[in-house]
């Protein structure tokens, strides 16, 4: 089976999320950031404004593309959509862990089927977790009484049992997620990145990029620390920097 690929440099380990209005702005950014970032991450925001169309162009101009819909429906309608998603080309795509153990398991039978029958890379199939927006008040408030700990462990084993090949969770979460994963290929993405200098904004749970790829994150998500940046490319080339120094850090640190 071919998989879409794994990272291979500190560059593909960092995703940058355009969450912009327009396409000519997702076109700017790409062309600022090409080659300079690993993935372009497309949500709600940009993918409802500007369509399927806006991931083919990203695409096509050579950009990767992780789809982040994190889909949440009856399985059937899941599964469905996971398969028009892999079709578009995107390298990583996502859904909800809390939509249930059979959700996940049709959307990922789904992808593997479309993948093999019109023979393109599978793209990887990712779950979140718990949104690091989210605090005890937001479980609280949806009925969920388990630390989000937990909550984060639970759900990773139920991605994991039902064939996905990840999860999206904070990267305070990492640790949790390993040691409730023991598969060594399952990928942990992680939001809630930014830099010391930065604006924690909504996001609740934040990390640094470098603490991040400390903890063991597979891929990190920035989102407006380089959108808003005056210099979106300095942005991005200052955080894979401050990840390549962790990385050596650890290497070096493995080395002792
Ligand atoms: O601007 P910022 O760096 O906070 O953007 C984070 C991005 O990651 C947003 O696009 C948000 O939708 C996404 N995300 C998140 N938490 C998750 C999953 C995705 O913040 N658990």
Do not use: W
């Amino acid at each position: 089976m071919r998989h879409a690929t794994m990272p291979d440099t500190i560059v593909d380990k960092l995703i940058v999320a355009l969450d912009v209005e327009t396409v000519r702005e997702a076109r700017e950014l790409c062309a600022a950031l090409g080659g300079r970032v690993g993935m372009f991450k497309i949500g709600s925001q940009l993918f409802t404004a500007a369509g399927p169309d806006v991931v083919r162009e990203v695409i096509g101009v050579g950009g990767r593309v992780f789809l982040d819909l994190k889909f949440h429906d009856i399985p059937n309608t899941v599964a469905a959509a996971c398969r028009e998603a892999a079709r578009l080309g995107v390298s990583i795509l996502n859904v909800h862990a809390a939509g249930g153990g059979e959700m996940m398991r049709r959307a990922a039978e789904a992808v593997t089927e479309v993948a093999e029958r019109e023979g393109f890379a599978r793209p990887r199939l990712i779950a979140v977790t718990v949104l690091t927006s989210a605090d005890a008040t937001t479980l609280g408030e949806v009925g969920v009484t388990s630390t989000i700990q937990d909550r984060v462990a639970a759900l990773a084993r139920l991605a994991e049992r039902s064939g996905l090949d990840g999860v999206v969770a904070s990267p305070h979460e990492i640790k949790i997620v390993r040691e409730a994963v023991g598969r060594a290929n399952f990928i942990v993405v992680t939001p809630g990145v930014r830099p010391e200098s930065v604006a924690h904004d909504d996001q609740k749970r934040v990390m640094t990029p470098a603490a991040a790829i400390h903890a063991g994150a597979d891929y990190v998500v920035v989102g407006r620390a380089i959108l808003k940046a005056p210099d979106p490319a300095r942005a991005a080339a200052e955080i894979v920097e401050q990840m390549e120094q962790a990385e050596g850090q650890q290497a070096e640190s493995s080395r002792v």
